[in-house]
């Protein structure tokens, strides 16, 4: 339990670098390639025009009816004007104010939506199929 803490207050930590660096950057004090480097581990981008793309998880492609209404609602009191359902199994956030990127963050993973893991080179929501290695339409078993 104690690493788990641990960890958690690690990703809190990035967070707050992340949120520093949309500041800096926002400023003209951060170069774009670092902003990079602090946001992509969250699957959070620059776009043009300085605004943000927020990448969310979306562990075995799915999003509930209940998730669902409540990232219409984030989106709709953060101003967030369009969400794009992604082939790699998550939501984008697009045209996010750098501004509102904290609280859209914090709102989401209040409700158990999270951006941990969304891009650059972490690990990525990977779904197959139930019948792996039973049906014999598939080419291999994809399980150990």
């Known amino acids: ?19 520093e660096g949309i500041t800096e950057y926002s400023n003209n004090n951060l170069k774009s390639a670092d902003l990079k480097k602090r946001g992509s581990k969250f699957g959070i981008y620059e776009q043009k025009g300085k605004k943000m793309m927020l990448r969310l998880k979306a562990v075995g ?3 509930s009816i209940e998730k ?11 101003e967030i004007p369009y969400l ?7 939501y984008q956030l697009h045209e996010v104010e750098f501004e509102r990127v904290k609280d859209t963050i914090e709102q989401c993973n209040s409700k158990e939506m999270y951006f941990r893991g969304g ?5 990525r929501s990977i779904l197959v199929s139930t ?3 039973v049906d014999k ?3 291999f078993d994809v399980m150990p």
Do not use: P, V
């Not at 339990?1 to 949120?19: F, G, S, T, V």
């Not at 794009?84 to 998550?90: G, K």
């Not at 891009?119 to 690990?123: D, I, L, V």
């Open 68 to 78: 669902f209404k409540s990232l219409a609602g984030i989106m709709e009191k953060e």
């Open 137 to 139: 339409r598939n080419i």
């Open 1 to 19: 339990m104690e690493r788990i803490e641990e960890k958690l207050k690690d990703i809190e930590k990035e967070y707050l670098e992340l949120q």
């Open 119 to 123: 891009g650059g080179n972490t690990f």
């Open 131 to 133: 019948y792996t290695g």
């Open 84 to 90: 794009h359902l992604s082939t790699r199994q998550n």
């Open 61 to 63: 492609g799915e999003l």
